[in-house]
Structures are given as C-alpha cells and as structure tokens.
C-alpha cells in the first residue's frame, strides 16, 4: 500500500493580480480537486509559486543589423499537487508566465506549461485508467532564430484505459485502448487526433528482469483528411533492474500507411541508467517514425514544431548521454549532457542535424547563497537549402548569483551571452542580457 501524504491542504488567493483564463482554470481545477480528496478523507499536497523577473538585452530581437535593445518584465505563477492513495495517484504542474516589453520589440506574451497525470485503478491491477496532458513552449521553425515570435505553446492530452489479465504468476496481457489529442497554440493545419490500442505481453524472468512483446495501432486524422494516415508499431522488449544498474531496450519496426504512400523503419527505444551515491549517468537511444504534429511528443531536449500547413511524415533518431554529479567537492552540483538528433522527412525538404552540449556547475558559496555557470554549444545542418535555411552554430554563457532571503523567500541576479554563426554570415549575431527575479513559495 502507497503511503498517504500528511500535509495538510492549503488554498491561497492572490488579490489584485490579473491572472491567465488557463491558470485560473487550471488553478480552480487543483483546488475543486483537492476538496474532493478532503471530502472522502484523502490528502493532497499542494504548493505554489510567485514570481517577479526582470531581464535586459542589447539584442532582443537578435538581428545582425538594427539591434533593439529591450526590458523584458515576467510576472509568473506555478501550482504543484500531488497525491498517492490506495486506488488514485496524482502528480501535476503547472506554470504560467506573463512577459511585457518596454520598447515593444515583442507583443505581450503568455505561455503556460506544465503536465498532469492521474492514475486510477479501478479494479485492482485488472482495470486501470490513466489521464495525461503536457503543455510545452516549442520553437516553430528551427531554420528561425529563438524568439518569442517563433515560439508557442503545444498540447497533448492522452486518456488511456489498460485491461489486464493475469493467465500466469509471471505472465500477464494488456489491452489498451488510447485517445489523444494535440492542440497548438497558433499553427493552423497541425491539431490532430489518434485513436487507436495497444495489445501486450508480458513475463516475468525473476525477480528484477523480464521481457515482452506489443503491438500498437493509431488512426491518425488532421483538419484536413488528405493527411491522415494509419500508423502500426510491433516490438520485442526487455528491461532488468539491478542494485546500481537499470536498462531497458524496445526494438521492431514501425510504419506508417496512407493513401499517398507507405512508410517504414526500425524502431528503437533503449534507455539505460547507472547510480552511484552521489552521481548518475544516464543514456536514452530512441528511432522512430513520428509526424510534423506529434514531434517528439513533448519530451525530447531539443523541441520544435511545424510552423506550416502540411503535414509529413518523419523519422526522427536520437542519443543523449548524461552526467550528474551532487556532491563533487562538497559543496558542487555538475550536470552534463550530450546530444545528437537527426530528422528524416518523407517528403518536405527539411532533412536536418543538430548535436547539442551543456555543461552546468552550481557552487554553494554559503548555506544560503550559491554561485551558477553555464555553457551550451550548438550545431545545426540542413541538408536542403532551397528555404533560405542556413547552418549555424552557437555558443552561450551564463553566471548567476542565487540567495534563500528566507524560509520562503528567494532571489537571483545573471548575466548571460550568446553568439551565433551561420553560414550566412549576413545573419550573424550576439546578444548580451542580463536580469533579476525574486520568488516566494508557499504551501
């Protein structure tokens, strides 16, 4: 049985501030949500987050020629609840930021983002139903510079409903019928809809390893049904967990069939992590076929979506290797990552590249104050040219001063630069910003 928690459940109201429909929403949700777990005895652990940031660039549009410079002011709000019962698990976030300009390089922004999930299991370990969303700030087109104006806020909500028998001790069968829905913010032609199930075998080795075989089926449909497709997915698996070593490997194939043509590729999902008593590396493989709608399903490093009208098939390929360390002199956090992504398009003339490395050090200078650096390198080729896309490469750098003024209360300063290199050199650019926030939690 899963532990209860024992916090207590804290509703607090912000008078004379404007907030976001979405965060209102989202905020009366958690609320109505934890009085229901009141009501029935149960808690919900809940907390918040305000926040105040403050943050100057020389470049905000970041253009080689006519740089604007720019005060950006962010007003934001964040609501985390959480519950583990006997039959319902909750865990969601949710943020929501409201950015103003002084010199109106950018019109007003407000993004919110964040996810949610809720288990229940209505019959024990036979019919369980799962409730997912994620909100996430993709880059439109990838070819553009990282601007607010080539950003927006992608959705995807997903109800699944897993029917599980049991024929074994070691074995058990899965059928899952799912539904999911993707909403983008401002891209017209994107938002789609997949019905579809998944069939499942699973078996039990021992005690810390087994294997399994699924197969998955999606209708996919869009606005405009010349682009809808089917798409099928058959894979063998097997996962072990040991004392300090966990992996996991999927393979088979997948493929994607709509009246225009068929599609096919191997498929591979492995993820392998490694822990010592103060640090972990971690390495996640993934091939698939994917489409301009779906990317990478809100989860990859590198994100981006499709800003324009049609929809394509694609495969995308990814490794990413990383390294934390907590406690590497005592007083130091270490946190590196390495990776590399490719996109294959069935038919648009977007084929890219992009190998990406970020190194991050933390230094607790004092109990309550720690000193941040941060470098992240980029690498990004196109394989057509025909779009005005340029390859590029960047490099940025960033320091930052972080202070606990109270129990509740916390505050930070940063200087930040960036440069970017194209193979158009008439696109080059720098930026120099540099900023302030104050937050305050409560629970």
């Not at 007003?75 to 930021?97: F, I, L, P, R």
């Not at 940063?414 to 158009?424: G, T």
């Amino acid at each position: 049985m899963l532990k209860k928690p024992s916090k207590t459940i804290k509703c607090t109201t912000i008078k004379n501030k404007t907030i976001d429909v979405a965060v209102f929403k989202k905020l009366s949700m958690a609320c109505a949500i934890a009085a229901v777990f009141s009501s029935t005895g149960h808690a919900l652990e809940l907390s918040a987050t305000v926040g105040l940031d403050a943050e100057h660039s020389d470049n905000m549009t970041k253009q080689a020629v006519n740089e604007q410079s720019d005060l950006k002011t962010t007003v934001s709000a964040s609501v985390n609840a959480e519950h583990s019962g006997d039959k319902v698990q909750v865990a969601a976030n949710y943020s929501a930021a409201r950015s103003t300009y002084q010199q109106d390089s950018y019109e007003d922004q407000t993004r919110v983002t964040g996810s949610g999930k809720l288990v229940y299991e209505q019959i024990e370990k036979q019919l369980i139903w799962t409730l997912e969303n994620s909100r996430k700030n993709v880059i439109k087109n990838k070819t553009l510079n990282d601007v607010e104006d080539n950003r927006e806020d992608r959705s995807i909500s997903s109800v699944r409903a897993d029917l599980i028998m049991h024929p074994s001790e070691v074995d058990s069968l899965s059928l899952s019928p799912s539904y999911t829905a993707i909403k983008y913010e401002d891209t017209d032609g994107q938002d789609s809809e997949r019905i579809g199930a998944s069939l499942s075998w699973d078996h039990a080795l021992s005690k810390i390893d087994g294997f399994g075989a699924q197969v998955t089926y999606d209708d996919v449909t869009f606005d405009n049904d010349q682009f809808d497709y089917e798409y099928y997915l058959y894979t063998l698996s097997y996962q072990a967990q040991l004392s300090k070593l966990n992996y996991s490997i999927k393979v088979g194939v997948n493929e994607s069939q709509r009246e225009s043509a068929d599609y096919s590729g191997q498929y591979i999902n492995a993820n392998a992590s490694y822990e010592l008593s103060s640090s972990a590396i971690t390495l996640n493989i993934l091939q698939e076929l994917t489409d301009t709608s779906r990317g990478s399903n809100n989860e990859g490093l590198s994100e981006n979506s499709a800003s324009f009208n049609e929809v394509d098939v694609f495969e995308r390929a990814s490794v990413e290797l990383g390294y934390q360390n907590s406690n590497l002199c005592g007083t130091c956090d270490l946190n590196v990552s390495l990776m590399y992504e490719e996109e294959t398009y069935e038919v648009l003339p977007r084929d890219n590249e992009e190998l990406r490395a970020n190194v991050n050090f933390a230094y607790r200078l004092t109990r309550l104050m720690s000193l941040s650096l941060g470098v992240q390198w980029q690498d990004v080729s196109f394989s057509s040219t025909g779009l005005a896309q340029s390859d590029y490469q960047s490099v940025s750098y960033r320091t930052g001063l972080n202070w606990q003024l109270a129990e509740k209360l916390s505050a930070g300063v940063y200087v930040a630069y960036e440069e970017r290199e194209f193979d158009l050199q008439a696109r080059d650019y720098d930026e120099l910003k540099g900023g302030a926030n104050v937050r305050y939690s409560f629970d």
